[in-house]
């Protein structure tokens, strides 16, 4: 074990990346919970958390208020951080404050600087007890894209961005790598613990917190777990007083307790409405074309295009390789949901998709809705004859491109004409 | 020459009898690729598309000197799939499978630690050196056998990458696809190691994304290592922070993962940046006339 970290060390340090404070960054995740969704898991697995309960109205605040203690923290539950900054965080002195505090926030939209200007819904707060912090501390798991193993960080500086620490004092970030094999050990938890200052008792404390922890991130198939701050308080106890855990999404069919925890109203109604639809790799963006391309690399450099020719797309539409008509005619519906919409691209390469199918789903389209909107198609690859062949034989008008550059620009220039 | 396949490869498809195996295992006949075994516990024994199908890979090498392997295992056994190969020794593994949880990439990372196996992918779309072997989806007539090496993150992308080459006379020696996963078994270092020794590779096109820190690594180790010349093209410029752009590799959760930051990376590396995806074949055939 100590040899294969050894060579991992020895590794990042010839490539140069072992200072390089952005390179430890979140794998695979999408899927996020809220903190007090996090918090009951972390309870769960033994990682101490202040009382808390969450509520959904105003006087439901004020009674946990009055159950837990006079002096409570009212925290809105939105997936965006920032939320201290945003005025999202309120501590309050009595059960009447917290009440007060809590109609301020439920009901209302949070702007952070991880949201758009329109922010996110506040639908419940977390009613927590105040604790009396001594010290700020920051601990995380991730895996790391390098060494392909999951890293535990920790650092005596919490409650603030961790990028910023690793900027500003890298010598305080502590990582400690972990072979999946053997699981994450005892003298990890130790290097980590004397990383972050702790001595005493505190060391088998914060021990038994990683261990914890790491438990969590594997059952659970975490893409980040992260405790910021993790406090300890003026009488020596440790308490993760924030909770942060996002999900691996290929790994949710095998966690449907998880899959059950998102909260739409979080979300994007576009790509919630997308996902409904059987559309997966749907994200919204701030033009006016909208975009069905089959392949990511594909799909980002398409959009890139149409910047370059001077216009703007309105998503980004990864159909995948599944060889229905059905994801082709709903990505139709999308295009006709979105008001913004002026001009549709269809850029098809095919190669485990095939192209006659895509050709029938865009004919089927044109069948079931009024498109209101000049469709420029580019077809390429398998089957390509016979896609063809579909849509000229359909009598469906559309605009056809040649290539990849000439789809791009004719769009723009339709988008343009359907504006004036 | 070429790396990774050529006329020697022996292929084994793992997951033959498959509708996406299937389609493809046949496609890869016809361009002409010895696929000489398939693997499907429960069904070994039988013959599939005319290729031997085995309970095994252990067996299928024992009996057919199979020495590559395409994988259309379905995510949830895909890892599992891999360590199998790899516990049998197979010296390439070229998995197509989209969707493989991360930590059991991990696992399978860790199982590769210390072995001989050469992964490719996961989420890829495999590899092809043209004229002598397609081991895996992609569209065989878009290529042309030449000197021109292709390692990418995407699919699609490196189709059209292809197909403007081709247009302009450029063939390829090998055209690699490292998958979109944050996890892939072979990197860009790893792939231009090969092209950089393979004497019949003059020079590469590089197709990177926003996410990670690959890109970064790769300019790195050409402006160390690297005496050909390398063309690149790295998407996803207008891609906004934080979200996942369809791979899962591709989320911008730092500066790093920008495109922006990697084009600078590669072009202080030497490396000749296409303006947009539609000019990397131009980009590529002026590199080439200065060769």
């Given at each position: ?32 919970i ?7 898991l ?25 159950e837990i ?9 939105v ?38 200007a ?22 995380s ?26 900027q ?55 893409s ?16 993760a007083?924030?909770?942060k ?31 409904d ?17 089959n392949?990511?690399?594909l ?46 691209l ?72 359907a504006?004036? | ?16 009898t ?7 295992t ?5 361009y ?41 295992v ?10 199998e ?27 590769l ?20 072997c ?51 078994g072979?990197?860009?270092?790893d ?24 890109e ?6 050409i ?5 050909k010349?390398v ?19 591709a ?41």
């Amino acid at each position: 074990m100590v040899a294969v970290l050894k060579t991992v060390f020895v590794r990042l340090g010839e490539r140069g990346f072992e200072s390089h404070p952005l390179r430890f960054k979140e794998q695979g995740g999408k899927l996020k919970i809220h903190e007090y969704q996090a918090k009951a898991l972390f309870a769960q697995y033994g990682i101490p958390v202040p009382r808390s309960k969450v509520a959904s109205t105003p006087a439901g605040a004020g009674d946990i208020a009055v159950e837990i203690g006079d002096k409570v923290v009212i925290k809105a539950q939105v997936y965006a951080g920032g939320r201290g900054k945003a005025g999202g965080i309120k501590i309050v002195n009595n059960p009447k404050e917290a009440e007060r505090a809590a109609s301020q926030l439920i009901g209302a939209r949070l702007v952070t600087h991880q949201t758009g200007a329109e922010g996110v819904p506040v639908s419940k707060v977390l009613v927590e007890e105040a604790s009396n912090v001594a010290r700020e501390l920051y601990l995380s798991i991730l895996v790391d894209g390098t060494s392909h193993l999951p890293v535990m960080m920790a650092s005596e500086v919490g409650g603030m961005d961790i990028e910023e620490v690793a900027q500003s004092t890298p010598e305080k970030i502590f990582r400690s790598y972990i072979d999946p094999a053997i699981g994450f050990q005892p003298f990890q938890g130790r290097k980590l613990a004397y990383g972050m200052n702790f001595d005493g008792a505190q060391i088998g404390e914060a021990t038994r917190l990683m261990t914890n922890l790491y438990k969590l991130f594997v059952d659970k198939d975490c893409s980040l777990a992260e405790i910021n701050p993790l406090v300890v308080t003026a009488d020596g106890r440790l308490l993760a007083l924030d909770a942060k855990l996002n999900f691996d999404d290929n790994a949710l069919y095998r966690h449907k307790d998880i899959q059950e925890l998102q909260d739409k109203e979080q979300e994007e109604p576009l790509e919630i409405q997308a996902r409904d639809w059987g559309i997966y790799n749907y994200v919204k963006m701030d033009g006016n074309i909208g975009c069905m391309v089959n392949g990511a690399g594909l799909a980002m450099a398409v959009n890139d295009l149409i910047q370059h020719c001077g216009g703007r797309a309105a998503n980004f539409l990864d159909i995948g390789t599944l060889n229905n008509t059905e994801r082709v005619v709903n990505s139709f519906r999308m295009f006709v949901a979105d008001p913004r919409t002026k001009a549709v691209l269809v850029n098809i390469f095919g190669g485990m998709a095939r192209v006659d199918v895509i050709a029938r789903g865009i004919v089927e389209a044109y069948q079931q809705m009024d498109t209101l909107f000049p469709v420029v198609i580019r077809l390429a690859g398998t089957n390509l004859e016979e896609g063809q062949r579909i849509l000229a034989d359909s009598g469906i008008s559309f605009i056809r491109a040649n290539d990849f550059y000439d789809g791009a620009r004719k769009v723009v220039e339709a988008a343009k004409g359907a504006m004036k | 020459m070429s790396i990774l396949v050529d006329d020697s490869t022996r292929l084994l498809v793992q997951g033959i009898t498959g509708s996406e195996g299937s389609f493809h295992t046949q496609r890869c006949i016809e361009y002409g690729t010895k696929v000489v075994a398939g693997v499907t516990p429960g069904k070994g024994g039988s013959k599939h598309l005319g290729v031997p199908v085995f309970n095994t890979i252990e067996k299928a090498m024992a009996e057919t000197g199979a020495n590559a392997s395409l994988m259309f295992v379905p995510p949830a056994f895909a890892a599992d799939g891999i360590l199998e190969a790899i516990d049998a020794g197979m010296p390439l593994i070229v998995c197509i499978t989209e969707g493989i949880p991360v930590l059991d990439m991990v696992k399978v990372h860790r199982y590769l630690k210390g072995k001989s196996t050469r992964l490719i992918g996961p989420n890829c779309p495999g590899v092809m050196s043209p004229g002598k072997c397609k081991a895996g989806i992609m569209v065989g007539e878009i290529h042309v056998p030449g000197n021109v090496g292709v390692v990418s993150r995407s699919g699609t992308l490196t189709y059209e990458v292809v197909s403007q080459l081709t247009s302009l006379g450029i063939g390829q020696s090998t055209c690699v696809g490292i998958g979109g996963d944050a996890l892939p078994g072979s990197t860009f270092v790893d792939i231009l190691k090969l092209f950089q020794a393979d004497e019949d590779t003059k020079a590469v096109v590089l197709i990177g994304e926003i996410g990670g820190t690959m890109e970064q690594e790769a300019a790195e180790f050409i402006s160390h290592n690297m005496t050909k010349p390398v063309v690149a093209f790295v998407a996803g410029s207008t891609a906004p922070p934080g979200k996942r752009m369809g791979h899962a590799g591709a989320i911008i959760t730092g500066s790093a993962g920008k495109a922006s930051e990697k084009i600078k990376a590669l072009s202080r590396a030497g490396v000749a940046i296409a303006p947009t995806p539609a000019e990397i074949g131009f980009t590529t055939n002026k590199v080439l006339e200065r060769v």
